[in-house]
């Protein structure tokens, strides 16, 4: 492992005032994001009030270095938005951080975690996989957008 040691990373949950951080952290990331839809400052806030999802901040020596979302609809939880800062990739902040997703939906009561990859994200993939994860390619996805930004 390279980078920054497991060890030396602390975790919390978001709250309003990291918003700026955030976004400079998928940006550096190269994680897409809708700023004019939902991932609007606004909409975050609004998902996070419902209690059924949880923005996870990895920090390390008062630095944002990683983070991720975990949802869950009272059946499925859903682990999106994984992002770690790419010069501290490789380091374990990614498998930690999907740990401490995993067991805030396990505390409550969701015992089946997935997530969503889009076929050109090799790593990834091979991330999850290497998580235990199981690559699905018999289930087709479906969205329906009211318009661009959500």
């Known amino acids: 492992m390279t980078g920054v040691s497991p060890v030396s990373v602390s975790f919390r949950t978001y709250v309003p005032h990291d918003y ?19 991932d609007r400052k606004d909409r975050i806030e609004q998902e996070l009030l419902h209690g ?7 920090e ?17 939880g859903w682990i999106n938005r994984l992002a770690v800062l790419p010069r501290r990739r490789r380091s374990g902040i990614g498998r ?41 390619d018999d289930i087709m996805y479906f969205s329906k957008r009211l318009h661009d930004d959500v």
């Open 20 to 38: 700026d951080q955030l976004i400079r952290l998928w940006e550096e990331a190269g994680l897409p994001y809708k700023s004019a839809g939902r």
């Open 52 to 58: 059924v999802g949880r923005i996870i901040l990895a």
């Open 60 to 76: 390390s020596q008062g630095v944002l270095v990683g983070a991720v979302l975990a949802t869950h609809d009272g059946r499925k």
């Open 96 to 136: 930690l951080l999907v740990e401490e997703a995993e067991a805030w939906l396990a505390s409550r009561g969701i015992e089946i975690f997935t997530c969503l990859i889009e076929t050109y994200n090799d790593p990834s993939m091979a991330f999850f996989g290497k998580l235990g994860y199981i690559r699905h």
